[in-house]
């Protein structure tokens, strides 16, 4: 009877077992809270990188590469440092969301260049026998993002905020609006691809990008003695608002392309 009494007693391995799993749930939280930590810093690392050349995400371009099945990634080179590596495509980021937060949208865009090569990166199969194609004979190139610099521009007034920027000055003491910079050096960019025979695709960001994307395709076109210049808008918005306060945003690319004319036609 002392025996059975003794042996049916739980409570000497229950009390034994509770500081293990104590031990193992406390060790669970700190593993949570590690990796927790590390997705935020990776996000935080993001969001400061956010204007980027192309030769700095080349890193992974090779992860997932498997014999006998080759990824998009193996055919993208990177032309950021040299237009003679250039391909047929070239790749161009567009980085800038400034345009979405004026026109009162979310901003976020500006990580769309970023997220469009982690995801090429993994995509595959470059052959498609049932359809007799081999996307190995497409040459592409990643010309990086469009980028600028405060030192670009004239001295600021003192006055910033978090998603606008600091304001700056011209010497007449007028206010820059940076967008004007940015769609300037994206113009030249899609002009250079186009004369050199190549075909740009540009990625956004916000949509105020297709007037200094388009007005590169006229650019290049009137250039080269061309006349005609059609743009496809496809959208469920117009984007032919008009500008706010003086300074462009993304709802207002296409009544700048309009207001410019050069013959261009353009159908939403």
């Known amino acids: 009877q002392n025996h059975r009494r003794s042996v049916a ?15 193992c749930h406390t060790s669970m939280k700190k593993r949570k809270a590690s990796s927790s930590h590390a997705q935020q810093t990776k996000l935080s690392q993001v ?15 090779t992860s997932g590469m498997r014999a006998g ?7 993208i080179k990177d032309s950021a440092k040299d237009v003679a590596s250039e391909g047929q495509l070239v790749i ?5 969301d400034k ?12 990580f769309g260049p970023n997220a469009f090569r982690q ?27 469009i980028t600028h610099s405060p030192t670009t521009l004239h001295e600021t007034d003192g006055s910033s905020s978090l998603l606008e920027g600091p304001k700056r000055k011209t010497a007449e003491g007028g206010v820059v609006d940076e967008l004007v910079i940015i769609h300037d050096k994206l113009t030249q960019r ?10 740009p695709f540009v990625i956004g960001g916000g949509n105020d990008q297709s007037y200094a994307n388009a007005r590169g395709l006229m650019e290049a076109i009137h250039g080269s003695g061309g006349t005609k210049v059609g743009v496809i808008n496809i ?11 003086g300074q462009r945003h993304s709802g207002c690319p296409f009544r700048l392309l309009l207001e410019d004319g050069n013959g261009i036609s353009i159908i939403i």
Request: glycine share 8%.
């Open 99 to 110: 345009g979405c937060i004026r026109n009162g949208g979310r901003f976020g865009a500006r």
């Open 119 to 145: 995801i090429v990166n993994k995509r595959g199969t470059l052959i498609n026998p049932e359809y007799s194609i081999d996307m190995r004979t497409l040459t592409i190139s990643d010309s990086g993002d």
């Open 92 to 96: 161009v980021g567009y980085p800038v």
């Open 69 to 75: 099945d080759p990824r998009l990634n193996s055919i």
């Open 9 to 23: 007693r739980p409570t000497t391995t229950t009390r034994a077992s509770t500081p293990a799993f104590n031990l």
């Open 47 to 61: 969001d400061n990188n956010m204007f980027v050349h192309s030769d700095q995400l080349f890193g992974e371009r």
């Open 190 to 199: 899609v002009r250079d691809i186009i004369s050199r025979h190549h075909l």
């Open 235 to 245: 959208d469920a918005h117009l984007d032919v608002r008009p500008l706010i306060d």
